[in-house]
């Protein structure tokens, strides 16, 4: 059983084009990451959120925690191809020593 | 370092051989994770060290997992009797206390 559903699994767009992944979870969870990897590195650290209904903004990409903590969604804006690349959110729960639970993953692809 | 250290990057295995897996973190990193990421798949939690001491282990699949962190900063992972089912990119990371991951490149084990 998935902890965390991500969706879609994958995504193929034109460059230009504006897209959202979305996190889901019946659980609710302290804080929320959002990662990048690309292919042969480990995720590299988008951006945390803690609070629910928190927005945060990271040049074209807006990270959304949900108001009961239990779900999150990535939106691009005027997708790049430089933004190809595995999506990855994480939940962090109470008492659990900073351990991540993983969605399973959104594999962007943007076309030029 | 200024980053997070895996090595080898890459570690081809017979079934049935040991291997060891090493992790050098961010200097002064008190908290040090390692996960297993399958393909296609978010990385899953096998354990997680708070300087020397163990906190959890939980997710190690079999005892035939074994990471240690004697000193509090390079740590090992280290599989018995490797296989198939191991194959995988293994992946660790580090974090200041309340602040996020940085991960290293991974491990890629391929067990033949």
């Known amino acids: 059983t998935q902890l965390l559903e991500q969706s879609p699994q994958f995504l193929s767009i034109q460059e230009g084009e504006n897209l959202t992944v979305y996190c889901n979870s019946s659980?609710?969870?302290?804080?929320l990451q959002w990662y990048r990897q690309e292919p042969g590195e480990g995720p590299v650290l988008l951006v945390t959120?803690?609070?629910?209904?928190e927005v945060k903004k990271l040049k074209r990409l807006t990270f959304q925690f949900g108001d009961a903590r239990k779900d999150s969604s990535l939106h691009i804006t005027a997708a790049q191809t430089g933004d190809t690349g595995l999506y990855l959110c994480?939940?962090?729960?109470?008492?659990?020593?900073?351990?991540?639970?993983f969605g399973q993953g959104t594999e962007l692809s943007v076309k030029p | 370092g200024a980053g997070v250290s895996q090595s080898p990057r890459y570690k081809v295995a017979k079934r049935g051989q040991d291997v060891a897996l090493r992790c050098d973190p961010i200097?002064?990193?008190?908290?040090l994770f390692w996960y297993q990421q399958a393909l296609g798949q978010g990385p899953e939690f096998l354990t997680y060290?708070?300087?020397?001491?163990?906190?959890?282990k939980s997710g190690l699949p079999s005892d035939r997992f074994f990471a240690e962190r004697p000193e509090g900063s390079v740590s090992t992972l280290k599989i018995q009797r490797t296989q198939q089912e191991d194959s995988a990119v293994y992946l660790c990371?580090?974090?200041?206390?309340?602040?996020?991951?940085?991960f290293g490149s991974g491990t890629r084990l391929t067990v033949v």
């Open positions: 200097s002064g990193h008190v908290s």
């Open positions: 659980s609710v969870f302290s804080s």
């Open positions: 959120v803690v609070t629910g209904g």
């Open positions: 060290f708070q300087n020397e001491a163990q906190l959890d």
């Open positions: 990371a580090s974090s200041l206390e309340g602040y996020g991951y940085t």
């Open positions: 994480a939940g962090e729960r109470d008492n659990q020593g900073g351990k991540l639970i």
